[in-house]
């Protein structure tokens, strides 16, 4: 009970901080606008394929998440504030209440790629199969959350973060990235939506996997 | 509260070894010794913030042996390591930290008790990013002893603060002598004087 | 330890000896013929040194990933040398794998480089230990750094099962054992090999490309290189693992010493 209303507050906490610093709101948002920019110029008037559209939609959300969502931890290591934390909350707590901010963070991140995905690229960015679609965003989104929110507390600890955090995330994230962008290809083909069952396997097993152990390892990385 | 042979190393470098503290209620300790004894240290190990490479701490509450996942309602610390959110004003922090900690009891009432006896009552719905470093100090105390905890540490106490703050700071020291356990990290005797027993550090 | 660094010898060279002079026969009569398998010849050899070494690269980073394991644990030190002994290691045997595979792939399927998935596995493995000690350089803490990249190996160790079990499904592959469907990509994808294989050349392997397109055409579940070894074949890559494993467990025990030996010389200069 004291562990939910705990992870709750931190939450809020951080929600609240986000809106005032915009810490990694700004940072995210430029990104997403950033990189679409410069897809759409690459592009130029070629008509895309769905299987690159779709990669092309996974490389964004990546480079995006690679942007912004370390600061959850970093934040805290460079205003001096973990050991106020520790303090406060047990590992458990802060680890869950980063997961849950980091996936907020990663859904809106994907829904703002899909707006932008949808107005610039009207004739081959469309969703054929909304189900399949809607699935793979929000299995991708809990475990791109779940895999950058360990990775982003080992980085915080260490002294070149920025450089740090895609090296150590790319091969975590590698699995998850091609089952989604396989997943995504199908939604935009058109195809049955039991034709994504086993993605969908896949991505829920490794949101499982990759919380639980991280749930289990999180106290070594978080305690001095 | 109970240390026993508690030795700390960082990058194979001896810190301290063998430190073995016992204090109960109604005790207080002063930790001494010349900058880089490892006092920080110390304190970081016993308020639970760091492991010690070997030794164990124990705690008790009224008797019963205290699960280190419940340490965090019954202790206090005040050190300059330890920093509050600057973009949430004073009574935000309290309020916020309070709830992360999951408290029960803790009401706007006694918020604005501590802040009171901290001095910062004026002052509580300004960021702390706009507050003076004394006033920063100054909160630190009132977050300390919000929850009434038995155990408080306080590192370097007097850091920045002013005459008012400094006899703040003896007014919260000799309320914790009488309802808990205090131990004060320090270079100053003065200061070392509030305690009862004293050890010193780096002394090898 | 004198076991391990006389047996890998041992086997290591008869495996070189013998995979090498064993000549090939379309019909082998004894035990000192090789089978020809269509579309391998005598590239086939490279079988008993490729995945000897591949395999070895995985045995480390489960070596690694174990010892990390028991450092957090147990705090000890000790495990964090073993450990990263055992990651160097890997990352050397996964540098050989991955060379000695890109080679056998150009001569066999046209290009160094097809992102199938055993491919793409050992990139990623690659990436791995490139990462792990990316990670131990930029902590200088040496706690931390045990702790962290034990954590690390570990969340590394997390995905290994999805590549084993989930990428071979999903993704069409040249390796035996590999998915294939007669989808039109991996079609056009088998074609494209083939004709690269006439351009260069060879036309053996073109030939067996050519029938996997028609294999694939008909929907036939049948893999892309048949790879059933025969008995002498089989024994000899047995005993490559197992000397490729003796080597691993040699070379790591001195490289643990040697690390020790460092280790100590340092906090003797403090
Ligand atoms: N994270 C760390 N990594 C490596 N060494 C550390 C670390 N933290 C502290 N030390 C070392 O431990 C020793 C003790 O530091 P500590 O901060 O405990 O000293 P102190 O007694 O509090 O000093 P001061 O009087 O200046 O506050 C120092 O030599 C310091 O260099
Ligand atoms: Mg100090």
Redesign the pocket.
């Known amino acids: 009970m004291s562990q939910f209303s705990g992870t709750y507050a931190l939450i809020r906490k951080d929600i609240h901080s986000e809106l005032r610093t915009r810490y990694a709101l700004n940072a995210l948002l430029m990104f997403v606008v950033t990189a679409v920019a410069t897809i759409l110029f690459a592009l130029r008037s070629d008509q895309p394929t769905s299987s690159v559209l779709s990669g092309l939609y996974w490389v964004v959300v990546f480079f995006t998440a690679m942007s912004g969502l370390s600061r959850t931890f970093v934040s805290e290591e460079e205003r001096g504030t973990t050991m106020t934390l520790q303090l406060v909350a047990s590992p458990s707590t802060v680890y869950f209440a980063k997961l849950l901010f980091n996936t907020v963070l990663t859904f809106s991140m994907t829904i703002a790629v899909t707006i932008l995905y949808m107005t610039v690229f009207s004739n081959a960015f469309v969703i054929k199969t909304f189900s399949i679609f809607a699935g793979t965003v929000v299995l991708g989104s809990l475990g791109f959350a779940s895999a950058s929110t360990i990775i982003a507390a080992i980085v915080a600890k260490a002294n070149t973060r920025g450089t740090l955090y895609p090296v150590l995330s790319f091969p975590i994230l590698i699995v998850l990235l091609m089952t989604v962008m396989n997943a995504t290809t199908k939604a935009l083909d058109g195809e049955e939506f039991t034709s994504a069952l086993p993605d969908f396997q896949i991505l829920v097993g490794y949101f499982l996997a990759m919380t639980g152990g991280s749930y289990l390892l999180f106290e070594y990385v978080w305690k ?1 | 509260m109970t240390a026993t042979g508690v030795t ?1 190393e ?2 194979r ?1 001896t ?1 301290f070894r063998d430190v073995s503290i016992s204090l109960s209620q109604g005790e207080s300790l002063a930790i001494t ?12 190990v016993v308020a639970g913030l760091l492991s010690a490479t070997r030794g164990k701490v124990e705690y008790a509450v009224d008797g019963k042996p205290l699960e280190i996942e419940n340490l965090r309602y019954h202790i206090g610390l005040v050190s ?1 390591y330890l920093q509050l959110y600057d973009e949430f004003s004073g009574s935000e922090n309290l309020e916020l930290l309070s709830k992360i900690r999951s408290d029960v009891g803790i009401d706007s009432g006694r918020i604005q008790q501590v802040l009171e006896t901290v001095g910062l009552w004026e002052r509580r719905s300004d960021y702390v990013r706009t507050y003076s470093s004394g006033m920063k100090q100054r909160l630190k105390y009132a977050f300390a002893v919000l929850h009434r905890p038995s155990l408080l540490i306080l ?2 106490p007097t850091s920045n603060l002013d005459h008012d703050g400094i006899a703040m700071v003896k007014k919260v020291v000799d309320e914790q002598k009488k309802q808990g356990v205090l131990i004060v ?1 320090t ?1 100053d005797a003065d200061e070392a004087g509030w305690c009862s027993a004293n050890i010193e ?2 002394k090898h | 330890m004198k076991f391990a660094k006389y047996g890998s010898i041992t086997l290591i060279t008869f495996v070189l000896v013998a995979g090498i002079a064993i000549p090939l026969s379309p019909s082998p009569q004894n035990w000192l013929q090789f089978p020809v398998i269509p579309g391998l010849e005598e590239k086939a050899r490279n079988i008993l040194y490729h995945v000897p070494v591949a395999w070895t690269t995985v045995v480390a980073f489960l070596v690694s990933t174990y010892y990390g394991f028991r450092y957090l644990k147990t705090r000890d030190i000790d495990y964090d040398i073993k450990s990263v002994s055992a990651a160097g290691l890997g990352f050397l045997f996964c540098f050989l794998a991955t060379v000695t595979g890109a080679l056998w792939a150009k001569f066999n399927w046209g290009s160094f480089w097809n992102w199938d998935p055993r491919e793409t596995s050992i990139f990623v493995l690659l990436l791995i230990y490139g990462a792990y000690f990316a990670l131990r350089s930029a902590l ?2 040496e706690e ?1 750094r045990a702790t962290l990249s034990a954590v690390y190996s570990m969340i590394a160790g997390i995905t290994v099962p999805f590549f084993i079990f989930v990428m071979p499904r999903i993704m069409t592959g040249l390796h035996p054992g590999a998915k294939e469907v007669a989808d039109p990509a991996a079609i056009s994808k088998a074609q494209a090999i083939a004709d690269s294989a006439i351009a260069v050349g060879s036309k053996t392997f073109a030939d067996s490309a050519l029938a996997t397109v028609a294999q694939m055409n008909v929907g036939s579940a049948v893999p892309v290189v048949q790879l059933k070894m025969s008995p002498n074949m089989l024994v000899i890559f047995l005993l490559g693992l197992l000397g490729f494993t003796l080597l691993f467990i040699w070379l790591l025990n001195v490289r643990v010493r040697l690390a020790r030996m460092e280790y100590e010389r340092s906090t003797h200069h403090e």
Do not use: Q
């Open positions: 001095d | 700390k960082f990058n470098r810190i010794g010349r900058n880089g004894s490892g006092k920080s240290t110390l304190v970081k300059p590192d370097e990290a270079n550090l780096g | 200088e803490t931390k």
